[in-house]
């Protein structure tokens, strides 16, 4: 048997694109729909998911800060050391100077070994103070952490089941588009997917409905309705854009058109009855 040789999608005739584009989004309509049945979960998680790495970037960022207070409050507390020391040396040499002026110059010596000390005890109460708000602030950011890692676990679970449930119809859904996909001319699937792209529904193709696109439900004029139902080309609302196709190359019955309408009630005049 001689080898079937496949067809090249540029050599599909329009009507054959139609429905290979129609049936690509229908399926991908199932898979929306899947998606949807998630919500807002994976986004939940996504935001949980930075707002605890940024905590925990916050934490660590505040510990190297507590580490280098905490040497600054060592630091001044050996120059408080020194300083007393060498206050206490002076002290005793101002008792055997021959002259005042060496008394004057140890004098200057001890004062400001004194602002020294002074200077420095005041660092180590700020520094303390700020070792206690950083201690404060990682308290507080891991008990946030904690309860944020509650929550993300409660819905990463909840988010789990949905996609389990759904997961072989999604992973079917996936093959069979790919497959489709690879018998769409590519420009042609290309301009489907960024239409479908920049649509709310995700619609890229629709039939028409009571003469109206079924995307936006603009009236499509009669002459392009007769166009569509040729299907000797590709035709697009002039509107939002969406590709339009006949309801019965979408395999939808058309609703039957009402030919007459109910004859309208004649309103009866009342006439008034003489006095008498």
């Excluded at 040497?71 to 507390?77: D, F, M, S």
């Excluded at 005041?122 to 950011?141: F, G, L, M, T, V």
């Amino acid at each position: 048997m001689a080898k079937e040789t496949k067809k090249d999608p540029a050599e599909f005739s329009v009507e054959e694109k139609l429905q290979s584009l129609y049936q690509l989004q229908t399926m991908l309509t199932e898979i929306d729909k899947i998606k949807t049945l998630r919500g807002e979960l994976p986004l939940e998680v996504q935001d949980l998911e930075d707002e605890i790495a940024g905590l925990s970037t916050r934490v660590e960022k505040n510990k190297a800060e507590v580490v280098e207070l905490t040497k600054g409050v060592a630091e001044n507390k050996a120059t408080i050391e020194s300083s007393k020391a060498a206050i206490a040396k002076y002290t005793q040499q101002q008792d055997n100077v021959s002259n005042n002026r060496e008394f004057d110059a140890l004098n200057k010596e001890i004062e400001f070994k004194n602002l020294e000390v002074e200077l420095a005890e005041k660092h180590i109460r700020d520094y303390s103070a700020a070792i206690a708000a950083k201690n404060d602030e990682i308290e507080r950011s891991l008990q946030i952490i904690q309860e944020k890692t509650s929550d993300l676990e409660v819905k990463k679970a909840e988010l789990h089941e949905i996609i389990e449930e759904n997961r072989l119809e999604e992973e079917k859904l996936r093959e069979k588009s790919k497959a489709l996909e690879q018998t769409i001319e590519p420009r042609l699937l290309q301009s489907f997917k960024r239409i479908r792209s920049n649509t709310r529904n995700g619609l890229g193709i629709v039939y028409v409905q009571r003469e109206s696109c079924g995307g936006c439900f603009n009236k499509i004029p009669p002459q392009r309705q007769l166009d569509i139902r040729m299907r000797k080309k590709i035709i697009v609302c002039e509107y939002c854009g969406r590709i339009l196709i006949d309801p019965e190359l979408a395999g939808i019955k058309e609703e039957a058109k009402v030919v007459a309408e109910a004859a309208p009630k004649k309103r009866t005049r009342k006439t008034a009855t003489p006095k008498e």
